[in-house]
């Protein structure tokens, strides 16, 4: 950036954690991240300060809505700033709600709007409502300057809501491994299979935990842990009922929710990362990356954008949604072959590098805002972001397909 031209001034509206989930801790990684050519100002949303209240509606809320309202537009006149970056809700109602007011009263205030989908499928979902509430929300969110997705596997929002420019950005992530390199990961009679994430069926909690039982009537030499919090105490229930009935309790434990080194030691003990999502919101998989990061092989499933981060038979297994039978056997090739294990675990971690760096992440994101915003006008667009890599491109047309149909096809 030359002397005399200023950095583009972006407003981020969006929730950072808690709760610790994975939208929430990308839009914290981008509104601490130090860019050379572009300011961010960030308005906090806080709606939920726990899995169990996410998508739920609760009149405290209301309140909340018209301050985020109320300090998104007095920064917007106070700083002068023109470009507003959103996270729009996932298909769930109750935060669409949200948007339609939030954005319907803020949005026409913005010279440019980037919407950056970290949750997939409000296209899909929209599809499926009344005509009028459908209508408002297309009304809402509809024509902005830039959609931001994180997989061309996923639901194609932004296509969706006649975004001018579609763009793909991996997420990536700070490599949280070194202080813990080398790993060792020492044969021993016991194979640590581990699954991090919020506890909720569409996750795969009861589909690993149906492989488990699977696993139990060949060997016994292996241990689950189970890290996060339970998306409701009913669901809690029903899953300690089936650990019961199954006779697992020697094979599962659930340790809550980890940040930090407590965190990473899970990922340090374990030998084996399993994440079975067919989640609806499910866009990326950060946990994937981080068992990456960590030499851990993976057995996850073929939805939305987890192909893109994990490699069939490189540095994990894929296989169809809601198949415990599938899990299991996957699970068991591993635990049954420790050098496969240190193979795949090895290939994870330079796949990591390569492809999922939190530095190459920032660097995507400031290029394609400095393109959408107009600080690289001169460039044509399909050529103005040919210098980020092969991690952020237009989408156009066909390419951009929805993972759900996809997983119903496979």
């Known amino acids: 950036m030359k002397m005399n031209e200023k950095p583009v001034k972006i407003l981020v509206v969006g929730q950072t954690p808690p709760p610790y989930m994975g939208q929430a801790m990308m839009i914290k990684r981008l509104v601490d991240a130090e860019f050379d050519k572009i300011k961010i100002y960030h308005v906090r949303m806080s709606f939920s300060d726990s899995f169990k209240s996410v998508g739920n509606f609760r009149f405290k809320k209301i309140f909340h809505l018209f301050e985020v309202i109320g300090k998104v537009l007095k920064l917007r006149f106070s700083k002068n700033i023109d470009t507003l970056y959103y996270p729009p809700a996932g298909p769930n109602r109750t935060p669409i709600i949200r948007d339609i007011i939030l954005l319907g009263i803020t949005r026409v205030f913005f010279k440019k709007v980037i919407y950056h989908f970290r949750a997939a499928g409000i296209s899909d979902y929209l599809e499926q409502q009344p005509g009028l509430f459908k209508k408002l929300a297309r009304w809402a969110y509809g024509s902005p300057d830039a959609s931001i997705q994180l997989s061309s596997l996923n639901p194609a929002d932004g296509k969706y809501f006649n975004s001018d420019q579609v763009y793909i950005i991996h997420n990536g992530l700070e490599d949280a491994a070194t202080p813990y390199l080398p790993l060792v990961r020492a044969q021993k009679e016991n194979t640590n299979i581990l699954f991090v994430g919020v506890l909720r069926e569409d996750k795969g909690v009861t589909v690993l935990i149906e492989a ?117 056997e996957k699970l068991l090739l591993l635990i049954s072959d420790p050098a496969l294990q240190t193979r795949m675990g090895k290939k994870g971690r330079e796949r990591y590098l390569q492809s999922f760096s939190l530095q190459k992440h920032l660097k995507a994101m400031e290029e394609t805002i400095e393109t959408v915003v107009g600080y690289k006008r001169k460039l044509p667009k399909e050529t103005s972001v040919k210098p980020i890599l092969e991690s952020v491109k237009p989408v156009v047309g066909k390419e951009l397909v929805s993972g759900a149909s996809k997983a119903k096809s496979a």
């Not at 919090?229 to 809690?236: G, L, R, T």
């Not at 080194?261 to 374990?270: H, N």
């Not at 939805?303 to 297994?317: M, Q």
Request: proline share 3%.
């Open 212 to 328: 488990a039982r699977l696993l139990k009537n060949i060997l016994y030499n292996f241990s689950i842990s189970f890290v996060g919090e339970f998306v409701s105490n009913e669901y809690e229930n029903d899953v300690m009922a089936k650990v019961q009935e199954y006779n697992l309790q020697g094979h599962v434990q659930f340790v809550g929710t980890k940040t930090g080194d407590e965190k990473w030691q899970e990922f340090v003990k374990a030998d084996i990362f399993c994440f079975p999502s067919y989640f609806e919101s499910e866009s990326f998989g950060n946990v994937l990356v981080e068992a990456m990061m960590f030499e851990l092989p993976v057995v996850s499933t073929l939805w939305r954008g987890i192909p893109d981060i994990v490699v069939e038979g490189d540095t994990g297994f894929l296989v169809q949604v809601q198949q415990p039978q599938l899990i299991a």
